[in-house]
């Protein structure tokens, strides 16, 4: 049987921990999957990340950049040295991931040749979910987090269908998706090599978005399958949702996205919201929107 090439590239910048159980659930998949690859990326971090997993993990190619390169840069460089290595497929993971077994059930999407890029359905990481007391103990690490997403584009907003909801099989068929999140994320290598790697100008947040649409756009489909499944610990290497730094690179970066590929009414939209926030915002969201204006992207710095 003939396995197709694919390179996991997980990026790490003080996670540690998280990546090291992260890769551990990935051995159960490496055994099974010959021409699965797995590099890590480590963005300069100062936790010994990279000693520690060249310890536990001689399977794993580890890449330090020597600086935070954010989500787009870091993945950038693991997607140009699976290049060097002749990849088929692309997964983009997440470090604050644990994934099922069967993970790779994704790649049996793109045996429709229209398909460009697959994404798993992702639960919650078990007890850490938004609203845990709502559920019964059984339910834990069954609560969606993702199962294909929807783009409202009247108001610029981009949101995972069945976020919340306890899996109970009401999104077990495959189906197309507005969107693929970034926390995995398949594609294949010659389509990156036709229409750009991920845009280094958002630094992270709203790459994977982006992507999608450019991969769109170059006449591929997006798709969402079910039986690829991994668990997500969410927001991690920004602090967490509702953190200054979240709140920052989403506010820029949804002007970003915004005017690059909403209707001209949603573009005007924006453009008054980003005025109101800029007047009666909180400071954080205010600098977004400067650095916006002014075309201040990359890395945030104070």
Not at 61 to 90: P, R, V, W
């Amino acid at each position: 049987m003939k396995f197709s090439s694919v390179y996991a590239i997980i990026l790490n910048w003080n996670g540690k921990a998280d990546t090291l159980e992260c890769l551990s659930s990935l051995v159960a998949v490496y055994k099974d999957y010959p021409s699965l690859s797995v590099v890590v990326v480590d963005n300069g971090s100062t936790d010994g990340s990279i000693k520690e997993i060249k310890n536990k993990f001689s399977w794993v190619h580890c890449i330090d950049t020597g600086k935070n390169l954010g989500f787009s840069g870091g993945n950038n460089i693991g997607i140009s040295y699976a290049e060097e290595k002749k990849a088929e497929y692309i997964w983009f993971l997440n470090n604050d991931t644990v994934v099922d077994s069967n993970v790779l059930s994704a790649l049996s999407s793109f045996q429709d040749t229209t398909v460009g890029a697959v994404g798993s359905k992702i639960y919650f990481y078990r007890g850490l979910e938004f609203h845990k007391n709502r559920y019964q103990q059984k339910d834990l690490g069954h609560v969606l987090w993702y199962a294909g997403g929807s783009i409202d584009w009247k108001n610029m907003l981009a949101s995972h269908r069945g976020v919340n909801e306890v899996d109970q099989g009401q999104y077990d068929s495959e189906a197309e998706s507005d969107f693929i999140t970034g926390c995995s994320f398949f594609t294949r290598l010659d389509i990156l090599k036709s229409i750009g790697f991920l845009d280094e100008s958002y630094f992270m947040y709203m790459e994977d978005l982006d992507l999608s649409l450019r991969i769109q756009q170059a006449g591929f489909k997006t798709v969402y399958n079910p039986a690829s499944i991994v668990w997500h610990k969410n927001a991690s290497s920004s602090g967490g949702s509702g953190s200054s730094l979240h709140e920052y690179y989403q506010t820029r970066n949804r002007l970003k996205i915004g005017m690059k590929y909403a209707p001209l009414r949603t573009k005007f939209a924006l453009l008054r919201e980003g005025i109101r926030i800029f007047t009666r915002g909180a400071s954080i969201k205010k600098r977004a929107v400067f650095d916006f204006l002014k075309g201040n992207m990359g890395q945030y710095h104070e």
